[in-house]
């Protein structure tokens, strides 16, 4: 008799403990929203497996106990089976409540997890572009005909009538001591129609280049392009001079040249030099923007060079190259350097020169931030 007594009681303890502990739990949860750690399958099947293990030693220590809880289970059934259906209820609500706040955190690790890396990937960016320009302002002070390095982020845009390019600065490091003309940031319109033709007489002016047969090539429309714009440029009055007969002037300047080779032979843009130095110098950052576009209409040399066309005497020996580079990341820059060259140089020298300072400068780029040209 003594032992049923124990048994009752210890299981008493035991059950009596752990609905406590359950609907203590529960009500934190709802609270605190915070789930106890121990609500889980396993740890339920570990409490079942203690209680299973006290009522056997009971049962080996008295048979008749069996006996007796028969008989009371049988006088108690619903009590218990309602008590077990709402353990049971309890239990999976917590389970639940438990698997939520878990899909929870597993998603606001995800996002955390992704700001982390949306910040290491800006940090990185941080330092590779402070890697760059310590390796611009030491390219600058250990090479004495380099006074100058801007770079400028650009767009190309376009739409049925113009062909505009945006450019941008975006970093400029100069020599100390020297001064620099910058351009913060200026549109270019082209007439789309003259571009395009442009393009098209090109590319027959030029089929040489796959043909490798000069008798192929036909500069008839090219020639006419040429004529068609310096004919209007002639007729226009100079006081009725604007941007848009500057970008045409520009593009008598790119022709120019392909003319002279093409027909090889030398001549003269034929513009009053009043007309000549009202177009040139009206806007700001042509040169490059006539670099960019050249690239655009792949009309380019290796290694493109313009003049300082200013009044400064500290600066009329001065030289630009431009350098067009892509980044891994698809951002598009030029880069500007300006070249401090000698009047006693030949024109051969200079252009030596320029492009030994040019390429060492794209080494330095390639080393520094693994820039795709």
Do not use: C
């Not at 121990?38 to 299973?52: A, H, Q, R, T």
């Not at 030029?206 to 007729?235: G, H, P, R």
């Not at 030994?356 to 931030?369: C, G, N, P, R, Y």
């Amino acid at each position: 008799m003594i032992w049923t007594i124990v048994a009752i009681v210890l299981i008493g303890i035991l059950t009596g403990l752990f609905f406590r502990n359950l609907l203590h739990s529960w009500i934190l949860s709802i609270k605190l929203k915070k789930i106890p750690s121990w609500i889980s399958p396993n740890s339920l099947l570990n409490i079942v497996s203690v209680l299973l293990a006290i009522l056997s030693v009971a049962f080996t220590i008295d048979v008749s106990l069996i006996e007796s809880i028969n008989t009371h289970f049988t006088n108690n059934g619903q009590m218990y089976l309602i008590i077990f259906l709402i353990t049971l209820v309890i239990t999976f609500y917590n389970m639940n409540i438990k698997a939520d706040k878990i899909q929870y955190l597993e998603k606001q690790l995800d996002s955390e997890t992704k700001k982390l890396w949306e910040n290491y990937a800006e940090l990185n960016e941080f330092y590779r572009q402070k890697s760059l320009f310590n390796a611009m302002e030491i390219f600058i002070n250990s090479t004495p005909t380099v006074v100058s390095i801007q770079r400028y982020k650009y767009r190309i845009l376009k739409n049925h009538k113009f062909l505009k390019i945006i450019i941008n600065g975006d970093h400029t490091t100069v020599r100390e001591g020297d001064d620099l003309n910058l351009v913060s940031q200026a549109y270019f319109e082209f007439n789309l129609e003259e571009i395009n033709a442009i393009i098209s007489a090109y590319l027959k002016a030029t089929v040489s280049f796959k043909t490798y047969n000069e008798k192929d090539d036909d500069i008839e429309e090219l020639e006419d392009i040429y004529l068609k714009l310096l004919k209007e440029l002639d007729n226009l009055p100079i006081e009725k001079i604007n941007n848009s007969y500057t970008y045409k002037f520009e593009l008598v300047k790119l022709l120019h040249p392909l003319l002279e080779k093409s027909m090889n032979v030398n001549f003269d843009i034929e513009l009053s030099q009043e007309k000549i130095q009202k177009l040139n110098g009206r806007k700001s950052g042509i040169d490059i923007a006539m670099f960019l576009l050249k690239d655009y209409m792949s009309i380019k040399s290796s290694l493109d060079l313009f003049n300082y066309k200013g009044t400064s005497d500290s600066k009329k020996a001065r030289m630009y190259s431009n350098l067009q580079l892509t980044n891994n990341l698809g951002e598009n820059f030029v880069y500007v350097i300006a070249h401090q060259t000698d009047d006693n140089w030949t024109q051969d020298k200079v252009i030596q020169k320029i492009e030994e300072d040019t390429k060492k400068f794209l080494e330095i780029i390639d080393a520094e931030v693994h820039f795709i040209s």
